[in-house]
């Protein structure tokens, strides 16, 4: 089951706008860019700017649809692009200010984008799902199934004991149904 069944935390719901607006603000960084580099080497930059706007949109969706890994992977990203923007900053600051700013405001967005991403909620929501809790019983042999957290959540994991073969059709149904009237 897929994280969109429990509601959406507020941090990843933060995140998700954050990233957008970040990828605004590199809209408008892109514009600018390409009103003050040579004519030459213009049609290089568009190509790579465009193909960075789509990856950024595509990391964005899935991030805000639940992807872990695409969560994980914008960390690596963010966390090997960050020394060359950095050093970009300070290069271009001088004769680009408003540029550099801006960029400098998008770096600012990814980490708090990130920091909010990473917090418990968050990792939770991303994770639920693919793991049964420690705080859950499970035996074979027909007993009951205990769930700790809310009702959605241990519907998740019951269908996931169900497909690793831990509990039978009828277990699930039984449990499912006690879960439901609850």
Do not use: C, H
Request: proline share 3%.
């Amino acid at each position: 089951m897929t994280p969109n069944l429990v509601t959406r935390p507020a941090e990843v719901t933060k995140s998700v706008t954050l990233l957008y607006r970040m990828l605004g603000l590199g809209v408008i960084n892109s514009i600018i860019l390409l009103f003050t580099i040579p004519s030459s080497d213009v049609g290089f930059t568009l190509i790579i700017q465009i193909f960075v706007f789509f990856v950024m949109v595509y990391f964005i969706q899935k991030i805000g649809s639940g992807s872990n890994g695409a969560r994980i992977t914008f960390l690596v990203l963010t966390i090997i692009g960050a020394p060359f923007s950095l050093l970009m900053i300070a290069q271009t600051f001088q004769y680009y200010p408003v540029t550099s700013l801006i960029t400098l405001i998008i770096g600012i967005f990814q980490i708090v984008a990130l920091v909010n991403l990473f917090q418990k909620p968050a990792t939770e929501w991303f994770t639920q799902g693919r793991v049964i809790s420690t705080t859950s019983t499970q035996e074979k042999s027909g007993n009951s199934i205990t769930f700790d957290s809310d009702k959605y959540e241990s519907l998740s994991k019951l269908k996931q004991a169900l497909d690793e073969g831990l509990i039978s059709e009828e277990e699930y149904n039984k449990e499912k149904q006690k879960l439901l009237n609850n």
